[in-house]
């Protein structure tokens, strides 16, 4: 029988990614030998950022049942995101986005600080629309 303190500890980056991104969590425990996480993630892209979580702690996720649903009403409508070194409005855009191309998303809502795409400073805190 499968242990729901050790795998809650196996999958504990996945759990810390569940709350992080604001999932809202309806069921934790042991179903079927496995950990059963069941709840309802705020948009696709955190349900899948939820899931490479999952995978990389184990790709073949064999002891883990991961139902999430799609709840818009749970999606940030925006975040914050602090500039590191080596980034760009690109790079940035890749992360959030999936495609570098909408940079001029997070250029628009951060005009108040920035008055230049190609020019933003570690340390910075940008605002990153959903």
Avoid at 3 to 20: H, P, R, W
Avoid at 43 to 70: G, R
Avoid at 79 to 91: F, M, N
Wanted: charged share 25%; no cysteine; proline share 4%.
């Amino acid at each position: 029988m499968a242990d729901l303190e050790q795998l809650k500890l196996k999958y504990g980056s996945v759990l810390n990614a569940i709350n992080q991104m604001g999932v809202r969590l309806t069921h934790v425990h042991v179903q079927d030998n496995k950990l059963y996480v069941e709840g309802a993630a705020g948009s696709e892209a955190i349900k899948n950022k939820i899931w490479d979580q999952a995978k990389l702690v184990d790709p073949s996720y064999s002891d883990l049942t991961l139902n999430l649903t799609i709840d818009p009403s749970l999606a940030p409508t925006e975040q914050i995101y602090t500039v590191a070194a080596g980034d760009s409005l690109s790079k940035i855009a890749k992360h959030f986005y999936g495609n570098a191309n909408e940079f001029m998303r997070i250029f628009e809502a951060n005009r108040d600080k920035l008055t230049d795409p190609d020019k933003i400073k570690v340390g910075q805190q940008l605002v990153i629309p959903n």
